[in-house]
């Protein structure tokens, strides 16, 4: 036998184990259809997450069943993206079963120590009612944005603190969201104190924790209680919640400040080397960070589909998700498993990876998805 036709077998039998195991080798031209990419990927967090028993989301596919509260409600995210996409009953059920179990594992309530983690959960299950119209959910986040609201206090001029036992700091998770949520609840309700608090909300984030020049949204302030603003966290999620705080009071009031606010911060976003690196968003870690890359596709991708923004920065804002949702599925994805690596570009080792890691590839593939029945491209 020659050594070129031992070549040739050689390649056609790695071919066969890699089918046989479901690792196909994707070229980088292998048109991919999103929508069974995320259809996959909800099973898989259905399959590998999802306590069929005590009805709530394990911290990994790992065998960790440790319960995180802030987690589970993007899951819920993604749950309601997976409704809203195939209409199935099956999401439905798991919403619902989500609402009872979340509710007994965090002691019978969705009340919480941390206000950023209760603005998780009541923009998630805000977004339940929306799709839904089942009005418990409405008031499960009414519950919890009469809580979040006792957060605001005089330290730092204002702004939500980041948890009841530490009312002095003040960050981006505990105020961009809450700029989100009091925006949506006016649209829903139309009541004026809604939108009055997210303009407050607003006003103090923009002169506190985000940078003029550049766009760039800061973690927090005064963590100490020394009123030092902390420059060294950038983290794709401050930026996330801002462009999409900015977004929704763009939408009630068509003020074109507000619209500027959000291209700022998003440009900032596919070009600042701390957040992106060579049209990749950085490898944020395990844990809490591997959930950071979501919150950024899920408002910039809502961004993406803004009728009044620009047609350039509509397609490079679709083409830097594109990218990121390709190398993610074509590299970052481990197979057959289909567990999610926390860079896009590296899969998990033996398959195996984290609650919050899952979920930020199940918010890619779910935006691209929607970029694609949107028509986007």
Not at 28 to 54: P, Q
Not at 231 to 260: M, N, S
Not at 326 to 354: C, E, Y
């Amino acid at each position: 036998m020659t050594i070129f036709r031992r070549i040739l077998l050689l390649c056609a039998f790695y071919l066969l184990i890699s089918v046989a195991h479901g690792q196909t080798p994707l070229s980088a031209t292998t048109a991919i259809n999103w929508n069974k990419a995320a259809d996959s990927a909800a099973a898989t967090l259905d399959r590998d997450f999802y306590d069929t028993n005590t009805h709530y989301y394990h911290n990994s596919n790992r065998g960790d069943t440790t319960f995180h509260y802030w987690p589970q409600a993007h899951a819920l995210d993604v749950l309601t993206d997976a409704y809203q996409r195939t209409r199935s009953p099956r999401y439905l059920n798991r919403m619902n079963e989500w609402l009872e179990g979340v509710r007994r594992k965090n002691g019978n309530t969705f009340l919480n120590e941390y206000y950023d983690d209760m603005l998780w959960n009541a923009l998630a299950m805000l977004r339940v009612y929306e799709v839904t119209h089942d009005k418990k959910w409405l008031s499960a986040t009414q519950t919890l944005w009469d809580d979040i609201k006792t957060g605001w206090n005089d330290t730092m001029s204002g702004g939500i603190a980041w948890r009841k036992g530490q009312r002095y700091y003040k960050n981006t998770p505990a105020n961009a969201p809450a700029i989100i949520l009091a925006a949506r609840l006016y649209r829903v309700t139309k009541r004026p104190d809604d939108l009055d608090w997210a303009k407050r909300i607003y006003n103090w984030q923009k002169r506190t924790l985000v940078d003029s020049a550049s766009g760039l949204v800061y973690d927090g302030i005064n963590q100490d209680n020394d009123g030092k603003l902390n420059t060294r966290w950038k983290f794709t999620y401050c930026q996330g919640v801002w462009i999409g705080g900015t977004h929704e009071l763009y939408k009630l009031t068509q003020d074109p400040t507000y619209l500027a606010d959000a291209i700022k911060t998003a440009d900032l976003s596919l070009t600042d080397p701390t957040l992106t690196t060579n049209g990749l968003m950085r490898d944020e870690g395990n844990g809490d960070g591997g959930l950071f890359k979501g919150v950024l596709v899920r408002y910039l991708t809502q961004l993406v589909l803004e009728p009044n923004l620009d047609k350039t920065r509509r397609n490079q804002y679709a083409a830097f998700l594109r990218t990121n949702a390709r190398t993610l599925w074509q590299q970052g994805t481990a197979r057959p498993s289909l567990a999610f690596g926390a860079f896009w570009q590296r899969p998990p080792i033996d398959g195996k990876t984290d609650l919050p890691i899952q979920l930020s590839g199940n918010m890619l593939l779910e935006a691209m998805s929607l970029l694609e029945r949107s028509r986007v491209f």
